[in-house]
Each structure stands twice: as C-alpha cells, then as structure tokens.
C-alpha cells in the first residue's frame, strides 16, 4: 500500500508539472527573467501548489496520523545557517542556469536529450558530494 | 498576457499540491524532490525506499500520459503543438554545471522548490521561507547576468 500511495503522489506531481508547463525550462526562464518578457507561468504554479497545501497539510494533521505511517515526520531544525543560505544560493544559480529544478528535471527524462541526462547525472553527483560534505 | 498559459499553470499547481497533501496524509512524509531521490540514491533506507521509487516512476509518467493523450494538455511555451516537454536550454557543457549546483546545493540546504517552495512555505516554516528567498533571487541574478549582461540583451 506504500507503494501504491507514492506512485500516487509521485503521478500527480509528474502530471501537474506536464500541465502546468513546467517541464519547459523556457517558460521556468521565462518568470525568473524580470527584465525581458516576463512570463507569469511559475507564480500561478506556486500559488496554487502553496494554497493547496497550505489548506490539504491541516486537513491532514487534524486526523491525528497518516494512513500508511505510525506519525508524520516534519523537519524539526529552526536554525538559519549558512549552510541553508548557501545550499539554496548555489542551487538558485544552478536553476537560473538552466531552468531546471529537481523535479522537472527528473520528469522531463522522456524528452531523451543528451543535456539533460548530463544535468541529471551531475545532479545525483552533486547530491552524493553534499552529504560526504556532511 | 497568455490567460490560458496561467491557468494551466494554476491547474497543475493545484495538482502538485493535491501531491503533496496525499504524501503527507498516507505516509506523512515532506513531498521533496531533491530529499525523496537523493534518499533512495544514496542512503537507500530499509523498509523506506520502496515508496520512493514508486515516487520516482510516478513522476516520469505524468508527463508520459499527457503525451500519450496527445500532449493537448501540455504547455510548453514555443514548441510545436502538442509538445509536453520542452529543450534543455543549453549544452552538455552547461547542463553538467548546472546539475552539479543544483545537485550540491539542494543536498547542502536540504530542499528544492518543492520541499521548500510548496511544502515548506505551506507549514510556514521560516528556514524554508529564507530558502526559497534565497534561491529564488540567486536565480533571478543569473538570468540577468546570462541574458542581459554576459548575453548582452539577447
């Protein structure tokens, strides 16, 4: 049943960044380019994932426990360190480079380009670097 | 202004929402990218990477089936008609350098956009907030300097 519930999380997900356009790293580009043609696209995106949730987490906190799991487990750390700041400032250089966060990245890999498997492949490195960064 | 690009965007939006609120309600767990693969990848936890994995296909084949429905319900912004993905916007050269920075700096500040932009801002959690501030002007900066700096106003 685990199983079913993440393939399910993980179809939604894939379907809403294939319809909301975000598997396009022109359109991605296109909202973080202030000064050309602006393209509103991710901040209708955001907002309707941020509201969704915002609205859908409290739901589900009040039933008291997941349905698959004993508890929920949310992030405890409160600290503000600038391995947090610094963390987010490479990744924001990274996606302004390319328009490509981790998720459409990964969800875009039917569109088989060899740029993109390079992205992805650095990607997975750069993840296994960061934890020996420990 | 492109009222139906918007709408597609608000569409979907709601629908990665609608994501992460089934994760959290079965499993209870944060819907991140960048922290449910690099898990699976590399720490592999027991009894804890199959729904992961799941995770991992599910997602490739969202964009699968608006393809297989004839890409109608895609939106990509200058492709042909029907295109559900759109093109990697540089060479190898440059997606390597920017997979690296993603990769190190999700891994380092511990979420992406949707650990931190979705899930993050919507349990209004203040690291995620400084987060998503943070990675999104860094962004906004390197496209100003690569199109209007370096790319010389192209």
């Known amino acids: 049943m685990k199983a079913l519930a993440g393939y399910v999380a993980g179809l939604l997900f894939g379907l809403g960044l294939a319809i909301s356009g975000m598997t396009d790293p022109a359109r991605v580009l296109g909202f973080l380019d202030l000064a050309g043609a602006w ?6 995106v955001l907002g309707g994932a941020v509201v969704t949730t915002f609205i859908g987490y409290r739901l589900a906190w009040a039933r008291g426990r997941p349905l698959f799991e004993a508890s929920f487990q949310l992030p405890t750390r409160r600290d503000l360190d600038a391995r947090l700041l610094g963390g987010a400032a490479l990744f924001g250089i990274g996606w302004g480079l390319s328009g490509y966060c981790p998720g459409p990245a990964v969800a875009s890999i039917a569109g088989l380009s060899l740029p993109l498997v390079a992205m992805l492949g650095a990607m997975v490195a750069g993840w296994y ?3 020996r960064m420990g | 202004m492109d009222w139906m690009a918007s709408l597609q965007g608000l569409v979907g939006g709601v629908l990665i929402g609608l994501s992460a609120v089934w994760l959290m309600a ?6 991140g990218i960048s922290g449910i693969l690099s898990s699976l990848i590399w720490a592999r936890p027991k009894g804890d990477s199959a729904w992961r994995l799941t995770f991992l296909l599910g997602l ?9 429905l004839g890409g109608g319900l895609g939106n990509v912004a200058a492709g042909a008609p029907g295109a559900v993905i759109g093109e990697p916007a540089g060479g190898v050269a440059l997606m390597l350098l920017a997979g690296l920075l993603v990769g190190v700096g999700t891994g380092l500040g511990s ?19 400084l987060a998503t501030l943070t990675f999104l002007i860094a962004a906004i900066v390197t496209v100003y300097m690569v199109r209007h700096v ?4 192209a």
């Open chain 1, 39 to 44: 393209d509103p696209t991710l901040m209708f």
């Open chain 1, 129 to 131: 670097l960061a934890r």
């Open chain 2, 26 to 31: 079965t499993m209870g767990r944060i819907a």
């Open chain 2, 60 to 68: 490739i084949s969202g964009p699968l089936l608006v393809m297989a």
């Open chain 2, 111 to 129: 979420g992406c956009t949707s650990g931190h932009g979705v899930c993050g801002l919507a349990r209004l959690s203040p690291r995620s907030l």
């Open chain 2, 150 to 153: 370096i790319g010389g106003g």
